[in-house]
């Protein structure tokens, strides 16, 4: 009876045994695939690193201009996108109140297997007026088409609606202006700054009365401060320059 059951016993465990080296085979094996799809992947990034670096132009008549600043295949095994960086400029002699840009992946048969749009407006108020650009982001997924064998390649489209009421473009910057508030804000500086003797590597700075004793603070390198305010020329407000 003893014998029979340490027989029983015995080839129990030497049946687990076996069970758990298969298991221990098939993980390795599963395993090896994941890592072997995963260096693929990592491969054709890499292939694809360079090419996406070149600009690529694409003029729309009556819509403004497309510019593709770069692109990369990203992602993981079973999970892989196109990410790209693009730019609307709006090219024509028209304000346009918004602008839709679309990215459409495709197969060897011209077939599309991913696809994403966006809609972009101006984030400061007012219609994209001739000269004027955005620049945004778009993920498609590749569903695959990067791993056809015939090839696989990717297409950009764009829309864009005509502001009827976009008013007078607005001036964001007059470098002329700037530069004269830049030069007064200097010349005062200097009419303050006093004449010290010996060395001209620090100075000492009080915020409230001028140079005088106070903290000390490096010259080389730095600028002054240029503080606008309101008498001179009107209220300066940020971002937009009368």
């Known amino acids: 009876m003893a014998t029979r059951t340490l027989t029983v016993l015995f080839l129990s465990a030497l049946g687990f045994g076996c069970v758990s080296h298969n298991s221990d085979l098939e993980f390795a094996a599963q395993k090896e695939l994941i890592l072997e ?46 990410e790209a960086q693009i730019r609307y400029v709006n090219t024509t002699e028209v304000p346009m109140s918004e602008a839709f840009v679309q990215l459409d992946v495709l197969d060897s048969g011209m077939d599309v297997r991913g696809s994403s749009a966006v809609r972009w407006i101006n984030p400061m108020g007012f219609a994209f007026f001739p000269g004027h650009s955005y620049v945004g982001y778009l993920k498609v997924p590749t569903n695959g088409a990067h791993e056809d064998p015939e090839g696989w390649s990717w297409v950009v489209d764009a829309d864009a609606i005509i502001e009827e009421e976009a008013g007078p473009p607005p001036v964001l910057i007059n470098h002329d202006l700037e ?14 700054m006093p004449i010290r003797r010996g060395s001209a590597s620090t100075r000492r700075y009080n915020g409230a009365r001028g140079f005088a004793q106070g903290q000390v603070f490096p010259t080389s390198g730095q600028d002054f401060p240029i503080r606008f305010s309101a008498g001179r020329d009107g209220v300066h407000t940020p971002g937009v320059t009368r």
């Open 37 to 82: 799809e995963y260096r693929e992947l990592e491969a054709q990034k890499a292939s694809l690193w360079r090419e996406g670096f070149n600009r690529r132009r694409y003029e729309f008549e009556d819509i403004g201009t497309i510019e593709v600043l770069r692109w990369h295949l990203a992602g993981s095994p079973g999970r892989e996108w196109i």
């Open 179 to 192: 530069d004269g508030r830049a030069q007064r804000a200097q010349q005062a500086t200097l009419r303050r």
